[in-house]
C-alpha cells in the first residue's frame, strides 16, 4: 500500500496521495484503489485512513464543543451568536437567566448585547436546525477581559499538542489562562498585557508553522527569548 505523500506534507486537489486499501478520509476521495486530495491541506494518516487537513476551513459544530461567539442580535427570547461556522447559533434567554423569561420584564441587552463576546457550549445542532448553545455550566458566559486570538478552526489540535502538551507549555511558560474554543476563537487571560502579548505570539507562530516538525521547542526557545529581551529593557539604566 504505498503513499506518495509523508505525513504533513501540503497537497493540491487532484494530488495522489495513495494507493491500495487505504479509507478515503476528510477532504479526500477514492477512485478505484487511488486516494486523492480534494482541497489545498495538508495530509494525515490515522492507522489506514488518509484525511487532509484544510488550511482554510469554517468550524463545523459539534456536539459538546466548547465555542467563544459574538453577540450579533438580540431577540424576542434569546440572542443570535456568530461562531465562526456557516451556521449562527441560537443562546435562549432562559439558559442565561436560569429562571423562567418573561418578556414584558426582562430588557435581553442589559444581560447581552450586540458585540459581547461569550464562552459557550454546543447542546444541540443538526444540519436542519441552527446550532443550539449553553452557558449554564461552569467556565462559561460572558467574557468581560482578556485577548481574544483567531485562527483557522483546523489549527487548534496543533494548538493543544499530544496530549495537551503545546498548550499546558504556553500556559506555564506565559502565566496566562488559555481557553480553546474549537472554532478557532482562543480566549487569554494573563496577569498583565505582556504576558497576553507573548500567548498571542506563540498561537500565531503554531498557526503560521503547523505543518512543521519541531515546533514545540521552536515556540519554547521563542519565549525565553522574548521574555528576556523584554527583561533586558526594563533593566537598562534610564537617563
Not at 139 to 167: A, F, H, Q, Y
Request: aromatic share 6%; charged share 30%; glycine share 8%.
Amino acid at each position: 500500500m504505498p503513499t506518495f505523500f509523508e505525513r504533513r506534507q501540503l497537497v493540491i486537489p487532484g494530488d495522489l496521495i495513495a494507493e491500495g486499501e487505504y479509507m478515503a478520509g476528510e477532504n479526500t476521495y477514492r477512485e478505484a484503489d487511488k486516494i486523492f486530495a480534494s482541497r489545498i491541506g495538508i495530509v494525515e494518516y490515522e492507522e489506514n485512513k488518509v484525511d487532509v487537513v484544510a488550511l482554510r476551513a469554517f468550524y463545523i459544530p459539534k456536539l459538546g464543543d466548547i465555542v467563544i461567539g459574538t453577540i450579533v442580535e438580540v431577540g424576542f427570547s434569546g440572542w443570535t451568536v456568530n461562531i465562526n461556522s456557516p451556521y449562527l447559533a441560537l443562546l435562549r434567554a432562559s439558559d442565561v437567566l436560569s429562571r423562567p423569561f418573561k418578556p414584558q420584564k426582562d430588557e435581553l441587552s442589559q444581560f447581552l448585547d450586540v458585540g459581547d463576546l461569550v464562552v459557550a457550549k454546543i447542546i444541540a445542532y443538526d444540519r436542519t436546525h441552527d446550532p443550539q448553545l449553553t452557558v449554564g455550566e461552569p467556565g462559561l458566559g460572558k467574557i468581560t477581559r482578556g485577548e481574544i486570538v483567531k485562527i483557522t478552526p483546523t489549527k487548534i489540535p496543533r494548538v493543544i499538542g499530544r496530549k495537551g502538551s503545546m498548550i499546558s507549555m504556553i500556559k506555564k511558560e506565559t502565566s496566562c489562562q488559555i481557553i480553546l474554543g474549537l472554532n478557532g476563537v482562543i480566549l487569554i487571560t494573563g496577569k498583565n498585557l505582556e504576558d497576553e502579548e507573548l500567548a498571542m505570539m506563540a498561537i500565531h507562530k503554531i498557526e503560521e508553522e503547523s505543518h512543521t516538525s519541531g515546533l514545540t521547542d521552536r515556540i519554547v526557545q521563542m519565549l525565553k527569548e522574548e521574555r528576556a529581551k523584554r527583561e533586558e529593557v526594563k533593566n537598562e539604566p534610564k537617563s
